[in-house]
């Protein structure tokens, strides 16, 4: 929380921070001995959360998912707590001080001030394999945050990482939804996918990001996703 609440927000191309050595160095080495294998997790387009035409190769393990996932007991504890831990209000709070404003924009700007909204939030641990990719998008209205901490066990495939994105047509925008081409966007920085780091932005009509083409037979990309999500009251 200390690493993240002190984090300077990055305001281009679209509000951001990048953090490093997010974890205490013995913690992450702990959670890299407790990382799942293929087989505890679920692909992401058999849970019915996104369309059927999503790639198959993003595999996904919700917190629901831990009673029944061929884990170790000891596996299976140590990613209860952790998930626990991850929902407790007062990490909640961490990214609302950073981008409560933000969001409050954004709700103005789509006339939805007048509507009572609540956050809440949702963890898992997601692993993308072999050739992945995901068009610039601004993730679904419902989004109010994304957290996502790379969990790599070595810093060989920087480009794994999130990249973010600017429309050629620069007035562009998007109140979210789809994933868009991506030669109609200009890649601005990528958010290198090293050990033990971390990237955050909030959702809004600009907030474009994805992840580069990346092939190959053994590609593994790790991590937390953590998110902040509104709902009518």
Known sequence: MYRIGNAAIRPYPFPHIFVEEVFPSDFYA????????????????????????????????????LATAPLKNEDREFWRELFAAFTHREFTEIWLRLFGPIIQQRLAEENERSKQRLIYSEIMLMRDRNAYSLGPHTDSRQKAVSVLFYLPE?????????????PKDR???????????????????????????????????????????VNGIDIRRDLIIYDLKLRDE
């Open 30 to 65: 702990m959670v890299r001995r407790h990382m799942p294998l293929d087989e505890a997790y679920r692909t992401l387009v058999d849970t019915g959360r996104v369309g059927k035409g999503y790639s198959p190769s993003r595999l996904c393990l919700f917190p629901e998912d």
């Open 154 to 166: 070595d810093d060989t495939a920087p480009g794994m990482g999130t990249s973010f994105y600017l």
């Open 171 to 213: 007035a562009f925008t998007c109140a979210g939804g789809p994933n868009h081409l991506f030669d109609r966007f200009d890649r601005i920085a990528t958010a290198s996918y090293r050990p033990n780091t971390l990237v955050a932005f909030p959702k809004t009509s600009r907030s474009f990001h994805g992840v580069e083409p």
